[in-house]
């Protein structure tokens, strides 16, 4: 009984499945695989739906992964495949992305081995140093993205300790993790409980960080806080042009660290003396923030031994970075002033999108602003000579060009920008290269996977383009700017570690080519192989 429901149902008992044509003889046929242990995957249902089809398909996975739809309409479907505990056909996201297929009159189709990601585990627990349980530790799991540490503000990679200190992550994608925790005090009486700056397990340190790309669960965590009563602080919010009196305020205090941690804050207002408790000895960030006024600020803070009293915050004005954004004119546009001697005059844009993300700050330092009709943004609320990495949503057909700002390029370089050191003006280029090629599996067929292009200067990060690639292999990146790059394809894309020095050069040699204007550049696909 078991064998026949688990390798194929097909769900057409009352209601017709398909739609208007002839009935045609194709199959489609899949096997479902794990992806940690390569192993197949059994009672996986796949969902076929579209085409002709009046009403999804259902089929379920046999005991060794196979998935067969008998008798369907040549036509382009969408196919789903998912199980508890599995995140479906996307490897490293939630939730299931569909696949497309196209099934071919007289061709019968096998997409071969679809791989089903596994949910990641982490456990473990919190103590003392003196060997007593922490419970109500907070803590969170960083995440690797570019060869850095992250906050993946995420709620799954967040939670807390119980009665016994134990935590527990049951749904991470796979990736390297670094787990942080620590005793947080948001009290503002004279109480001084135990509290604890953030520890790190197994270190501070991508090199140090947990592998859960090719293991399932990792229950060895075991985090150590060093127990502190800490001092109070009280302090008072100055008034000033921009923070007028009864203004309410967020004060935080942030741990220093590779990701910024909250550890002690209080909602108060601009002129009202309040006080924070248990701030254990060290230096902070101290941050200060409205959800009614334009403030944003923030300063260093050493505490010691002791109360800490009568400390004035001042809130100054900050000004906005200005960020201006002009494009090359349209083709015809260029074609004409060509004709007539002229000079092509860059054109403002409107509409884009503009990103600062705080490198220190991840969890509260993005700011954006979007451009006018005069190509300008203007971004509020950034920290005094705080450092920000620079996104821009460029529109459709366009690449960044040039980038400066106060007169330095940047264009071929990451883009960090810093509040204070003068306007940023962006031109984007509208005449732009194709890269287009089809990845293949090591014996010759269509593979789902990962493509990157990678720029001859792998600084300029703004240049690399990537893709998820469907089940027929086909990618292509448009409006590519002019240059030398390298086409990598792999079977995901493992946070993002294509940003980290070296890592490319192990996954193969790569396709060089040379991307011209208007130009399309196509990659042979054998070149391009995935390993089987």
Do not use: C
Request: charged content about 20%; hydrophobic content about 40%; aromatic content about 6%.
């Amino acid at each position: 009984m078991s064998n026949r429901l688990g390798h194929v149902m097909l769900i057409s008992l009352v209601s017709p499945v398909f739609g208007q044509g002839a009935l045609e003889d194709l199959a489609l046929r899949l096997r479902s695989v794990d992806d940690v242990t390569r192993t197949p995957v059994s009672r996986a249902k796949a969902t076929l739906s579209g085409g002709t089809l009046a009403e999804p398909v259902l089929a379920y996975s046999a005991d060794d992964g196979s998935i067969k739809f008998m008798g369907i309409p040549a036509g382009q479907y969408r196919l789903a495949v998912e199980k508890p505990g599995y995140f479906g056909l996307t490897a490293g996201q939630r939730g299931s992305r569909p696949l497309r297929v196209e099934l071919t009159a007289g061709q019968p189709a096998d997409l071969g081995d679809v791989v089903l990601t596994r949910f990641r585990r982490l456990r473990g627990k919190v103590n003392w140093s003196n060997g007593d349980v922490a419970d109500g530790a907070m803590v969170e799991a960083l995440g690797v993205r570019g060869g850095r540490l992250v906050s993946l503000r995420d709620s799954l990679t967040r939670t807390q300790s119980d009665s016994q200190g134990e935590f527990k992550f049951e749904s991470l994608p796979p990736g390297r993790y670094v787990i942080v925790a620590s005793k947080l005090n948001m009290a503002s009486s004279d109480v001084k409980p135990l509290v604890a700056l953030p520890a790190y397990f197994p270190a501070a340190e991508v090199s140090a960080s947990i592998d859960l790309r090719t293991t399932a669960e990792y229950s060895g965590v075991n985090v150590i806080l060093e127990e502190t009563k800490g001092s109070n602080m009280e302090a008072v919010v100055e008034e000033s042009s921009v923070a007028a009196p009864g203004v309410p305020v967020m004060v935080g205090v942030m741990a220093r660290g590779p990701v910024a941690q909250p550890f002690a804050g209080v909602q108060t207002e601009v002129g009202k003396p309040f006080r924070l408790t248990g701030i254990p000895p060290g230096d902070y960030h101290l941050l200060v923030g409205s959800p009614t006024a334009p403030i944003r600020v923030f300063y260093p803070l050493s505490v010691g031994l002791g109360e800490i009293t009568r400390v004035r915050i001042p809130v100054v004005p900050v000004e906005p970075l200005v960020v201006t954004v002009t494009a090359e004119p349209e083709a015809a546009k260029r074609a004409n002033e060509a004709d007539s001697g002229k000079a092509p005059v860059p054109e403002p844009l409107r509409n884009v999108v503009i990103q600062l993300d705080s490198q220190r700050f991840q969890l509260i330092g993005m700011s954006r602003g979007q451009t006018n009709e005069r190509g300008e943004a203007r971004i509020e609320g950034l920290a005094p000579g705080e450092t920000y990495d620079l996104n821009v949503g460029v529109p459709a057909g366009t690449y960044i060009q040039k980038v400066r700002q106060g007169g330095q390029d940047l264009t071929e370089r990451k883009l960090e920008v810093r509040q204070g050191a003068g306007p940023i003006e962006i031109l984007l280029g509208r005449n732009g290269g194709t890269v287009e090629g089809r990845v293949q599996s090591a014996k010759g067929r269509p593979a789902p996977g990962f493509a990157v292009l990678v720029p001859a200067s792998r600084s300029a990060i703004h240049r690399y383009r990537s893709a998820a690639v469907p089940s027929d292999g086909v990618f292509r990146f448009e409006a590519v700017a002019p240059g030398s790059y390298k086409v990598y394809a792999l079977e995901r894309n493992n946070e993002d570690s294509y940003l980290e020095p070296g890592y490319l050069e192990k996954q193969g040699e790569g396709v060089t080519v040379e991307v011209r204007s208007g130009a399309v550049v196509p990659v042979l696909p054998r070149l391009l192989a995935l390993k089987e």
